[in-house]
């Protein structure tokens, strides 16, 4: 290839805007390169909330059912039903309480 040609075919140009635009191509490459990265952790956070909020939820529904059985559980009616179940002794008081009135 004779020197005329590589004028004429554009190398001697094509060289000379690759060694001045290969910095800026290379800024490109790392600007994409932290797009990518930016896109994939904001969307691994994206899932590890809905996953958090799913859970949250789930363990709302269950207090609330926890909540809701202990109240049940804790009726007068209930306790002497269980105590009754369990064989004790320990019965409701068949009197009222009185009041003490201490004179000073």
Not at 18 to 31: A, G, K, S, Y
Not at 77 to 99: F, M, N, Y
Request: proline letters at 4%; hydrophobic letters at 45%; glycine letters at 2%.
């Amino acid at each position: 290839m004779s020197r005329s040609d590589k004028i004429f075919g554009g190398e001697p140009v094509l060289r000379n805007i690759m060694e001045h635009q290969l910095r800026f191509i290379i800024f490109l490459f790392v600007l994409v390169i932290i797009y990518i990265s930016l896109h994939y952790a904001v969307n691994q956070t994206l899932i590890e909330k809905s996953r958090l909020e799913r859970e949250l939820k789930n363990l709302r529904a269950e207090y609330i059912s926890c909540t809701a059985e202990f109240l049940y559980l804790s009726k007068r009616e209930e306790i002497s039903k269980q105590l009754a179940k369990a064989g004790s002794k320990v019965h409701a008081p068949i009197v009222p309480p009185k009041r003490i009135i201490m004179e000073e």
